[in-house]
């Protein structure tokens, strides 16, 4: 079973950072691609960055050169680093495998973290 702990949001001026991490249990995890995703209030749940297993990231149009998504494989966590945050990225952000990991009916997911971004 594929278990996904996200961390690192809280609350955060417009203009400010935050570091998300994501620590994925699963001995595969080095071969996966994988997502940062998020849903924002009243929103659907959209991809907002990902990287494949060689590496190779992509962003939505939303967050590019703001945000940056990284991994690494020995600690089975993958991070997105997010800069300049504007009010509209809040939302509560998830990791998963992209796509998404879905061991019957539905996608799962975690619990997710917060980001909210106010003054």
């Known amino acids: 079973q594929v278990q996904f702990v996200e961390s690192g949001g809280g609350l955060v001026q417009p203009g400010g950072s935050l570091r998300l991490s994501c620590a994925a249990s699963g001995s595969l995890f080095r071969f996966w691609a994988m997502g940062w995703y998020r849903q924002a209030p009243g929103k659907q749940r959209e991809l907002v960055a990902s990287?494949?297993?060689?590496?190779?990231?992509n962003y939505t149009d939303s967050v590019k050169g703001r945000c940056t998504i990284s991994r690494d494989n020995a600690k089975n966590t993958v991070y997105l680093q997010m800069n300049s945050l504007k009010p509209e990225d809040t939302a509560v952000y998830y990791c998963?495998?992209?796509?998404?990991?879905?061991?019957?009916?539905?996608?799962?997911w975690g619990q997710g973290t917060q980001v909210t971004v106010s003054s």
């Open positions: 998963n495998l992209h796509p998404p990991y879905r061991p019957g009916p539905d996608d799962f």
């Open positions: 990287i494949t297993s060689g590496l190779r990231t």
